[in-house]
């Protein structure tokens, strides 16, 4: 059974830090191209951050140079660097393929950040 377990949210000041990781089991992890997605109230989710089976990364203009997706096959976990945090970063964080999967999402984890 494919389960993502996303992990790492929380209340940060402005210009803070987090790091989201991402758990995977069921799934052919390493063979997957995999992205982090947020979804803030009152808007659709967005794909913020991508990679490749191969490491090849994509992020999208708004986090770009703030955020550092990353994967370790062998623990099968997606990782997400945040730095340099702005209120507007506020959102439930989810990881999925790239491109999604609908049975795939998990319960998101939370991330809010103080002006």
């Known amino acids: 059974q494919a389960q993502l377990v996303e992990s790492g949210g929380g209340l940060v000041q402005a210009g803070g830090s987090l790091r989201l990781s991402c758990a995977a089991s069921?799934?052919?992890?390493?063979?997957?191209?995999m992205g982090w997605y947020r979804q803030a109230p009152g808007k659709q989710r967005e794909l913020v951050a991508s990679?490749?089976?191969?490491?090849?990364?994509n992020y999208a203009d708004s986090v770009k140079g703030r955020f550092t997706i990353s994967r370790d096959n062998g623990k099968k976990t997606l990782y997400l660097q945040m730095n340099s945090l702005k209120p507007e970063d506020t959102a439930v964080y989810y990881c999925?393929?790239?491109?999604?999967?609908?049975?795939?999402w998990g319960q998101g984890t939370q991330v809010t950040v103080s002006s």
């Open positions: 069921g799934i052919g992890f390493r063979f997957m191209n």
């Open positions: 999925n393929g790239d491109p999604p999967a609908r049975d795939y």
């Open positions: 990679i490749t089976w191969g490491a090849t990364t």
